[in-house]
DNA sequence: GTGTAATCGAGACGGTACGTCCTGTCTTCGG
DNA sequence: CCGAAGACAGGACGTACCGTCTCGATTACAC
């Protein structure tokens, strides 16, 4: 409705929007976040600069638009029977997401770029893909607690945000131990 | 000794040296961290481009050494009586230097760095500055815990590190509260 | 004929085409012809860019149907009497014409561009303005004479031509002196 | 002198500069002046775009100055003997220059922009490269004329260069004719 | 003192990405 | 089929910064 209405002109074209995609996903593995550029993206794609540009305005915010998806359903996790099994599974997948995936390495140099770039936090504040995965864990493995969610957030996820994003090695990392950890503070 | 074999030739001079991280130091606070360049560092210290590039690679690397001792001091806590207290402190300080401090921007433009620029993640792979000064605060509030030091170390920055860093308004921390919350686990 | 055959679908809109003519006119006097654009002209016209490019290939084929019709007019000369009055009225209509007329900066304009650019130079290849109105007035002035007319064009015309193009002030210019310099050598 | 006293920092490169000169003229020819792009030209003479806009602002002032030097000896004529043989050898030496020498295209093209471009009017007009030559020959044929040299200038050059730039095949020209046509007036 | 050598500020060098603009084509809807 | 609107791929624009390179000038140590 909003959209059919007195629409004129040539219509966006969809192909264009999925070949930037697709190229963004593409170099960020390729050559990294720090070495994209936007010429590089529209090349890449096979796109003109200009329509690259009349559709976002920052790398950026295409490698958001090319990796919220992702991110979401790779932090999703299926309910495992327990709490602790719960938290733990989660705990993995975060570690599996920010570690390895693609879609974590997107959203870590989007992290990054946040700190130092107001409208990239701007960008991140108006979807917090952590925060939304870790509540909906938290809140099905404990109904009850009185804990406030944010707080339980930052406690669940903390611990190992930090040991990652500092470049600490995974390995010395262990979901069950700082799944129990959680519960025995929460 | 290093300094003092048979060198000839003009020496560093030391004057340059401190423009150059005073330079670094007010172009943080006045156009920040993305917007600084090797070029507008070198015209700002009134120093040739070349001079810098003889000392530094990289405007990360003389961020790290303008911010190092800074960071380092900001972070050291007074004892000051009990380990709830001595724990409260220094996340307060924590907030304080993640939040506001010149210095805890510098770091959080190099952590956001090293997330996608490997010589970056190097550089502070080579000094721990959170780590170092957390382990300082656990060792001195619990001389005798059994757990490793690394996962404790974690389990008191991470909460109060994902907060600040994924952008959450720090007034909503009470570092009492998670003082508490960590001596629950350890 | 040619229009009335089995022609289907709407016709080509005359005010289209009176609005784009109207609308390089008038950019010519406000911009000039190097900042003149399809782009501008189209949106200046209030008309589609393919309605232009359907009907004419540059902006100087258009340029050259906005002003062809105004620069036979203006070089136009009625007849005054003597053979050296009919000459001089004719040196100061084309330094008028040449100097200050929009339409003489579109003949110049054009003229410039067909200095490099093959299509133009044809384009002003198929009307010969200047030639074609001197030649009126040399024939009129002079019936009898034995120079062949294309010679005496080029006598007439080119120094007054050669001053204003090479950028000499045409307060210098005397159209009665040159008038009898020319009359001189026929 | 003035050129050696307080230098600082690296000096220009001859190199570049003769580089770049050498790319417009063989662009001049291979591709002619409309296609000709600062770009293309930075490329061709293997230099940085930066090097070639540092002291040129112009594919004009470029052309202008890799195209003096050989107009002005192009335009240099020997002592003849007889006047008409000297106006003769000019006007024949005028002809070669508009019409074919690579030199002259860059002029004529030079004179076109200049008719629609401010900027480079005031180039041309602060070297008068046609008058210039005309006047040298004119003053040798006819030193006691007392006849201004700019209107007797104008006389010898018009014909001739209106003809030619108005696109006129230069065979039906007669410089012997001309000559004697000039001196006719003069 | 007189080299010798590494430093300094300055600024030009060849490159490359920036974000904007225009090109000529295309794809939509409405007359 | 024409027309307005506007998105498309492409490419030049002029600017900024990159990291390197030459300059002349300075400043130390070794002779």
Do not use: C, N
Request: proline share 5%; charged share 25%; hydrophobic share 45%.
């Amino acid at each position: 409705m909003d959209d059919a209405r007195g629409r004129v002109g040539r219509p966006r074209s969809e192909q264009a929007r999925v070949a930037v995609l697709q190229a963004v996903d593409d170099l960020l593995v390729e050559i990294g976040y720090a070495a994209m550029t936007m010429k590089g993206i529209a090349e890449r794609a096979g796109v003109g600069r200009q329509t690259v540009y009349r559709w976002w305005s920052t790398k950026a915010e295409i490698l958001f638009e090319a990796g919220a998806a992702d991110a979401e359903q790779e932090l999703a996790i299926e309910p495992a029977g327990s709490p602790l099994d719960d938290l733990t599974a989660y705990l993995e997948a975060l570690v599996r997401f920010l570690w390895r995936s693609p879609a974590g390495a997107a959203y870590r140099a989007l992290l990054g770029e946040a700190q130092h770039d107001p409208a990239v936090a701007e960008l991140l504040a108006g979807k917090d893909i952590l925060g939304d995965s870790a509540r909906v864990v938290i809140e099905r493995a404990l109904p009850d607690s009185r804990m406030p969610i944010e707080r339980a957030t930052a406690l669940l996820i903390g611990p190992t945000f930090f040991w990652v994003l500092s470049g600490r090695d995974p390995a010395g990392l262990d979901a069950r131990t700082l799944a129990e950890d959680f519960l025995r503070q929460v």
